[in-house]
């Protein structure tokens, strides 16, 4: 109950992070209630009559292949977030230990950290992802690509939890922790870690926005799960066939809108978190 208030309290602190928080909550329900409303078989080739447009009987019309595009967005934007989720929690999760680890350890250690951190951020990132996609393209899944994205996810938030370690390991609470005779990984997990988490609750959600945005970066380019009707593929489909030439602006514009509505909201999360994390930035009442 105590963290529930925190939580509100958190959320009336920043309206901005509620508004976000409901979007993405807004989304997410529109995923999983939507199976109950829209048979999620519409989402199958050959499944209704093709070129549709949006009707009382077709809210967002359907494609070339006869899929219902409702149904394709009620099944492919959980599999979207799944990809952001994923990559973004593996990608985060590697850079906060490595971030912490390299930050306060110091030595030899962060010297290899840093080292391969600022090379691998000189490369083009979707260059790499590309590389990576289309060398086992036959065998890409939704968990796969998230798998894909993560392998560069996690460079951004070991650089900057790192820049943050390197300035808290000198206050006078962690000196204090170090003569209260407690161990280097009792310091970063005790004393650390719980003085970033709005900081890294913030890299939480721009590392799922980034990954988002790569997943369907690399899906409109066909490089993919052919066989998962996730957002980027729908759009995929949509170049593919020529369906703004041809006039079906619905079955680009309606994959657009759900992106859309996905980084607003996180991108609301982030700057409302961001807000929490440094005073400076809060309004003055």
């Given at each position: 109950?105590r963290?529930l208030?925190?939580?509100?309290?958190?959320?009336?602190?920043s309206?901005m992070?509620g508004a976000?928080?409901?979007l993405?909550?807004l989304?997410?329900?529109?995923g999983?209630?939507?199976?109950v409303?829209v048979?999620?078989?519409?989402?199958?080739?050959l499944s209704?009559?093709?070129?549709?447009?949006?009707?009382?009987?077709?809210?967002?019309?359907?494609d070339?292949?006869?899929?219902?595009l409702?149904?394709?967005m009620?099944?492919?934007v959980?599999?979207t977030?799944r990809v952001?989720l994923?990559?973004?929690?593996v990608?985060?999760?590697?850079?906060?230990?490595?971030?912490?680890t390299s930050?306060y350890?110091?030595?030899t250690f962060?010297?290899?950290?840093r080292g391969?951190?600022d090379?691998?951020?000189?490369?083009p990132?979707l260059?790499?992802?590309?590389?990576?996609?289309?060398t086992i393209?036959?065998?890409?899944?939704v968990?796969?690509?998230?798998?894909?994205?993560?392998?560069?996810?996690?460079?951004?938030p070991?650089?900057?939890?790192r820049?943050?370690?390197?300035?808290?390991?000198?206050?006078?609470?962690?000196q204090m922790?170090?003569?209260?005779?407690?161990?280097?990984?009792?310091?970063i997990?005790?004393?650390?870690?719980?003085?970033?988490?709005p900081y890294?609750?913030?890299?939480?959600?721009?590392?799922?926005?980034?990954?988002?945005?790569?997943?369907?970066?690399l899906?409109?380019l066909?490089?993919g799960?052919?066989?998962?009707p996730?957002?980027?593929?729908t759009?995929y489909w949509?170049?593919?066939?020529s369906?703004?030439?041809r006039?079906?602006?619905?079955?680009?514009?309606i994959?657009?809108?759900?992106i859309?509505?996905?980084?607003?909201?996180?991108?609301?999360i982030?700057?409302g978190?961001d807000?929490?994390?440094n005073?400076?930035?809060r309004?003055?009442?």
């Open positions: 109950m963290r208030d925190q939580v509100l309290y958190y959320l009336r602190e309206p992070l976000g928080t409901l993405i909550l989304i997410a329900l529109f999983i209630l939507g199976p409303f048979d999620t078989d519409l989402a199958r080739p209704t009559t093709p070129r549709l447009p949006p009707s009382w009987e077709h809210p967002f019309g359907t070339d292949a006869g899929r219902e409702l149904a394709v009620v099944v492919g959980p599999l977030l952001g994923l990559a973004g929690s990608g985060l999760g590697l850079g906060i230990f490595l971030g912490f930050g350890l110091g030595g962060d010297t290899i950290v391969v951190v090379t691998l951020l000189t490369v990132g260059v790499v992802l590309i590389s990576i996609a289309s393209r036959e065998e890409i899944s968990n796969i690509m998230a798998m894909v994205v993560a392998s560069l996810a996690w460079m951004w070991t650089r900057v939890i820049a943050q370690v390197l300035t808290m390991r000198e206050r006078a609470y962690v922790a170090k003569l209260n005779g407690m161990s280097d990984t009792e310091i997990w005790k004393e650390l870690f719980p003085n970033l988490l890294l609750a913030a890299l939480f959600a721009n590392a799922v926005n980034w990954a988002i945005l790569s997943s369907i970066g899906e409109a066909g490089l799960p052919q066989n998962d996730t957002v980027g593929m759009i949509a170049i593919t066939f369906a703004l030439i006039g079906m602006w619905w079955w680009w514009a994959p657009i809108v759900f859309g509505l996905v980084f607003v909201a996180l991108l609301m982030s700057a978190l807000e929490l994390a005073p400076k930035q309004k003055a009442v």
